[in-house]
Structures are given as structure tokens and as C-alpha cells.
């Protein structure tokens, strides 16, 4: 790899494909099987994220594509094993000099929650970071609020490093303070055997 990549070299689309989950990327006609999986959970209600309602998603993906086309993020749909849409993460905050990138924008239908499909979805994004891409260090960010989100991403093996105070500011007022957690590239190969074990306790239970 190059010392100095361009956004657009360094995040190209790619799909990711593994037994619990495949994450294509996302395009327009992606909108209306969205919809329907946000509704599952009415997952808008979650007053600390930023999900979308369902009539607000095609403005959701038009931003999620124009950040694409813009360098700064690589967006995805995630399908189950039959092929169904039931959400939605991306690569964000791409920063190719310095071979960083953040996982996050992820929301599930309420009936992909709490199974393999979510470790298989980090576990892809991160192989393909660390092993395709070289990344130097993986970010995800949630809010203080999230203890389920905050919970999810210690399981992964990520490390917190530390709180972002007043970092955005919430649709309906206020502010959100933002949790900062980290996989830095030394780690990788422990965090790597712990999905690997954590999958497999899955499927020995499937």
C-alpha cells in the first residue's frame, strides 16, 4: 500500500459474505426493504440513536451515498442467511492517511438482534479492515445512553478510549455524549480468535 492513499483508493465497494450475514453496498433501490426492517421494532423510537423513521429513509441513503461518492464513508445493506434485508452499517469517518476507519451507522430489524448475525457483520468488517485494507486502528462510537451498544462493542474486544462530553447535539435538544472505543491493528489476531470462538459457540448452538 502506498504511505499516502486517497479515500476513494483506499474504501472501495466491496461485498462481504459470511454464514449468518452478507453485507452488499448500498444503493437507492435498497429504500423500500429498509423501511420495512426498520419498522420491525419500531427501531426510531430509541431516543439516544439517530435510526430513521420510515418515511425519512431515502433521505437516510441519499446522505449515506453522497458521503460514498465524497471519500469519507463506505455504506452498507446487511441481509440475513435467507436473503432478506434487515439493516443497515457502514465504514465512516475514513481517514486513509493515517489508515483509520470507524464501524458504526449499524441498526438491526428487532428480529436480527441478539444473534450471530451481528458478531459475523463486525467480524467481516473488521477482517476486511485490518487484513484487506491494513488499517492502523478500527473506531466505534455510541452513546453513553446505549449501555446494550456500549456492552456489544466490549464483547467484540474493543477498548474504550475514553468520552466525547457535549460531542452532538439531539434531534429533540440537548446533547449526546459520545463513548469512543478502539481495536488497534497489534490486537487484531486475539480479537480475531475471540469472534472466531464466539461464532462457533453459535453455530454449536444452531
Known sequence: MNDVMKPRQWMLPVTLAGR???L??????????????????ELWKLWFTSIPRPEAMPDYVEQA??????????PFVVKDALGEVVGSTRF????????RVEIGWTWYAARAQRTALNTECKQLLLTHAFEVLS???????????NQRSRMAIARLGA?????????MRLAEGGYRDTVVFSIIESEWL???RHLQFLLQERKSQS
Open 190 to 192: 486475539a480479537v480475531k
Open 20 to 22: 449468518f450475514a452478507r
Open 159 to 167: 477498548k474504550q478510549d475514553g468520552v466525547l462530553r457535549n460531542h
Open 135 to 145: 488499517a492502523s486502528a478500527v473506531e466505534f462510537r455510541t452513546s453513553w445512553m
Open 92 to 99: 465512516g469517518h475514513v481517514d486513509a492517511d493515517n489508515r
Open 24 to 41: 452488499e453496498p448500498l444503493t437507492i433501490e435498497h429504500v423500500e426493504p429498509l423501511q420495512r426492517a426498520v419498522k420491525d421494532g
Open 65 to 74: 451515498l453522497r458521503a460514498r461518492e465524497a471519500g469519507s464513508a463506505m
